[in-house]
C-alpha cells in the first residue's frame, strides 16, 4: 500500500512538474517567466495559491497571492500582487509597489502609478493615458480622465474630469462638476480660469 501511495504522489509530482501550461497551487521561481527551468515547477499557466519570485515572476494566470522582490507579472490576476520595484498587470484586487501598471479594478497603490483603476487608486505621482473611475489621490497626477474624486496637489486632466477635484493646482481639458484649489483651469468652466474654486455642469 505505501508503494501505490508513493507511486501515485511520484507520478502527481512529474505530471506537475513536466506537463505543458499546467495549474499549480503554488509556485518559486528565481526570476522570469517559469517556463525554463528556474522555477518549480515550470510552465506553469496557472497559479491558484502562492505565486513567490525570489527575485521576479511572470505568470499569465493567477488567482490568490503573487510576489516577487523586484517584479511581479501577470496578464490576470484575481488577489494580491505585490513587489519591491515594479508590479504589472491585469488585476482584480490589491496591486502594490513602487511601481505599479496595468488595469486594476479594486486598490492600486504606489509611488508612480502607470495604470487605469477603477476603485481607489494612491500614488506619489500619478500617470495614465487612460480612465480613473472612483478615488485617486496623489501628490502629481497626469491623466486623460476621472471619474469621481481627485485628491492632490497638482492635478492635471487633459481629458475629462467629473466629479469633485480638490488641489492646489487644478487643471481640467473638460470639466463636468467643481474644483476646489488655489489655481483652477477649466476651459469649458464658468470662467477658464478661476481662483477658490470652479465648476461647470
Avoid at 509556485?27 to 497559479?47: C, E, H, M, Q, W
Wanted: include cysteine.
Amino acid at each position: 500500500m505505501k508503494k501505490i501511495i508513493l507511486a501515485a504522489l511520484l507520478a502527481l509530482f512529474s505530471a506537475t512538474c513536466f506537463s505543458q501550461g499546467i495549474t499549480t497551487p503554488f509556485k518559486i521561481a528565481f526570476f522570469g517567466n517559469g517556463t525554463r527551468t528556474d522555477s518549480l515547477p515550470y510552465n506553469v499557466n496557472t497559479v491558484m495559491g502562492l505565486d513567490i519570485g525570489i527575485l521576479g515572476t511572470t505568470t499569465p494566470h493567477v488567482f490568490g497571492l503573487q510576489i516577487g522582490a523586484l517584479s511581479a507579472v501577470s496578464d490576470d490576476l484575481w488577489g494580491i500582487q505585490a513587489a519591491g520595484l515594479g508590479a504589472k498587470g491585469d488585476v482584480k484586487g490589491l496591486q502594490i509597489s513602487p511601481c505599479v501598471s496595468g488595469d486594476v479594478t479594486g486598490v492600486s497603490a504606489g509611488l508612480l502609478n502607470l495604470n487605469y483603476t477603477v476603485g481607489l487608486d494612491l500614488a506619489l505621482a500619478k500617470g495614465s493615458s487612460g480612465a480613473t473611475a472612483g478615488v485617486l489621490v496623489s501628490g502629481l497626477s497626469f491623466s486623460e480622465s476621472v471619474t469621481g474624486l481627485h485628491i492632490g496637489l497638482v492635478n492635471l486632466n487633459y481629458g475629462e474630469m467629473t466629479g469633485l477635484q480638490i488641489g492646489i493646482v487644478n487643471y481640467a481639458k473638460t470639466l463636468k462638476g467643481v474644483q476646489i484649489g488655489v489655481v483652477n483651469i477649466a476651459y469649458n468652466g464658468v470662467l477658464p480660469f478661476m481662483a477658490g474654486a470652479n465648476f461647470r455642469f
